[in-house]
């Protein structure tokens, strides 16, 4: 079809760039093991780190919530489309959380959508950490407020940010609890004392800290003690949770606010019971399983130790998400190539997702994953790494 050269010369500089990617379709379930072309490989690349996505008792939620309440609600939240279940999740995400309410969006990028757009006006400015994921960028797009980037958990940028903003109705900082593409931890007690200092709101994105980090996965603010110290906490529930969607814990007053301005909410419909019923479950699951995650992080020293001890440099992770560093673009999709012809899958991750230069094969270790599985991968990462010459 015609109307569409322009594009078509773009992804033509791709290809020849080597930066081209193809999307590469699972033939089985979500697992510490996948199979891709009829190969059964391990899978590094999922954000599923519990195992959740076909956790038995999560399959059986949304079994029985099918059974019972269908397919589908059709409709939005503030029509006719909250059930009981909604209700419930919320419930249980605001108790989990220790806020007093939260909100249920689409997805965790909506979330951010949705919370920033309504929240802020041109009154007001908004200070963003300079790697914060896409959702956030876009969220604050979204809005008439002034922005202010800083230094990525450069607590000097941050307080010349919010000395300039004096003037401003309200001011928002804003990060991600866990950086999702070098795995590093923000600076949180250290943002909520500068927050508190001069007077700032602070919004958290835990959308790799749920299920991960602080007691049963409740995430950096818990972690950090510093519960009722932070404004609003966005998690999302298709990570570590396994499903889809995402969520706001916060005041009663901003969750009130929300379901009157937040338009995500407003204008699509809302989850089906199955995923609904297996949010529910899976919150239960973190609480009375917390074994999970003591193997998430015994798994994850384990894996990062072999890495650094073979010589790849994994950047300033300290959480499961271990970034292999591989500099120049066409040579980490090769090298994500290579390992996934030796029974590995890890994706290449270049810009814009990451600076230029910064091109890296990105790892996250599961709970599910035996330590034979991950000998074995960094058996992989070792003899690719040797041909490819990055170690
Ligand atoms: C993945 C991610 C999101 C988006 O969550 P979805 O539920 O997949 O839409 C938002 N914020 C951060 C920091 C993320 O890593």
């Not at 780190?49 to 589908?72: C, M």
């Not at 590995?344 to 094969?361: D, E, H, M, N, S």
């Not at 960094?378 to 041909?387: D, I, N, S, T």
């Amino acid at each position: 079809m015609k109307g569409f050269e322009h594009i078509q010369a773009e992804l033509n500089e791709m290809k020849k760039q080597g930066t081209f990617r193809t999307l590469i379709p699972l033939e089985s379930d979500q697992g510490s093991r996948v199979t891709i072309n009829g190969n059964n490989v391990i899978q590094l690349s999922s954000n599923n780190y519990l195992g959740l996505t076909s956790h038995p008792r999560l399959k059986n939620a949304a079994i029985r919530a099918v059974e019972a309440y269908g397919a589908g609600t059709g409709s939005v939240r503030t029509i006719a489309g909250t059930f009981n279940m909604h209700k419930q999740l919320e419930e249980k995400l605001a108790n989990f959380k220790h806020t007093e309410a939260a909100l249920v969006f689409q997805s965790g990028f909506t979330t951010n959508q949705g919370v920033l757009s309504a929240l802020l006006n041109e009154q007001d400015v908004v200070i963003s950490d300079e790697l914060n994921h896409a959702s956030i960028i876009d969220g604050i797009r979204l809005t008439k407020a002034a922005r202010k980037v800083y230094k990525h958990v450069d607590m000097k940028s941050l307080e010349d940010a919010l000395k300039q903003s004096g003037t401003y109705r309200k001011r928002l900082i804003v990060t991600d609890g866990v950086f999702s593409m070098d795995g590093n931890i923000a600076p949180l007690p250290e943002i909520v004392e500068l927050a508190e200092k001069y007077d700032a709101l602070v919004m958290v994105d835990d959308a790799h800290a749920s299920g991960v980090l602080g007691a049963n996965g409740r995430g950096t603010v818990n972690h950090f003690g510093l519960d009722g110290r932070v404004h609003i906490q966005v998690g999302t529930l298709s990570k570590a949770i396994g499903v889809l969607g995402g969520y706001v814990a916060s005041s009663q007053t901003l969750i009130d606010y929300l379901i009157h301005k937040g338009r995500p909410f407003l204008f699509s419909t809302s989850h089906p019971p199955a995923v609904t019923a297996a949010c529910i479950e899976a919150i239960d699951v973190l609480i009375e399983e917390p074994q999970l995650i003591e193997t998430l992080w015994e798994n994850t020293a384990f894996f990062k130790k072999g890495l650094q001890q073979l010589g790849f440099k994994t950047g300033s992770s300290e959480t499961p998400i271990t970034p292999v560093m591989v500099g120049d673009e066409a040579l980490a999709h090769h090298f994500s190539d290579k390992i996934l012809e030796y029974g590995v899958f890890a994706q290449g991750i270049a810009f814009p997702t990451v600076a230029k230069g910064l091109a890296r094969v990105r790892t996250i270790v599961t709970a599910e994953h035996t330590k034979g599985e991950l000998t074995e991968a960094l058996q992989v990462f070792e003899k690719a790494g040797k041909e490819l010459g990055i170690i």
